[in-house]
């Protein structure tokens, strides 16, 4: 009898981004759809256009979106964890993003039959990034489609989609390099923030109550630090807003 192969599983790591969006392309021109899965985690604070380009980029591929879903937002998470994420010490992207990717996997996903596919650019930060990703979803198969060529920049990718007839996520039109967590990333720095807080005051202003409360709960902590007089000090969003509205620079 002749035997089949077993038909392999292709998982991409779908976060709203362009590049995963990118990546989700060359996988589908690759093997087909049929065995398309685009694994969205959702920290439930995007921007609300993020959802818009997810329900309007699944359709375009003609594959459903597989939800998954820690159920807290990050700064839910910093509160339970009494921790306030940083520039240097973020850790919802692990409990929120890989932990409930993980899940997902175990139970539906066979390491031996399964690829996963991450849309790193070909920059050399994100081909740096690789190993380290492959590593860290083992015993799952990585591959990153956008480190093959034809490299394309992220601008490249944001065009290809809008030839495809695609309104892409509003967050780059607003200048901003990444689309997660509605622009206001606690890895972020000073001058990021403040683009926030001209390009998206709304998600500013949810931003800053959540450090306050939080700070009225775990003390002196902020997302943001500064260097003044050689030392480290910890800047609030409100006094960033201050300095901002000032007219002064981040
Ligand atoms: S985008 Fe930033 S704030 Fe959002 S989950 Fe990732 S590290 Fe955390």
Redesign the pocket.
Known sequence: MPTHAPTRLHVVQYSGGIGSWAAAQRVASQHGTSNLVLLFAD?R?EDPDLYRWLDDTTAQLDVPLTRVADGRT?WELFGDIRYL?NSHI?P??HT??IIPCRRWLEVNADPATTTLYVGLDASPRDRNRAPAIAAGWAPWTVEFPLLDPPHLTKDEQLDWARQLGLRVPRLYELGFA?N??GG?????GKKHWAHVLRALPDHYAAAELAEQRLRAVLGDVTILTEQRARQRHRLTLTELRDRVTAGGKP
């Open positions: 920290v604070t990050p994420g973020a919802c992207t929120l993003k990444h997660n967590c206001t990333c606690v890895r972020a």
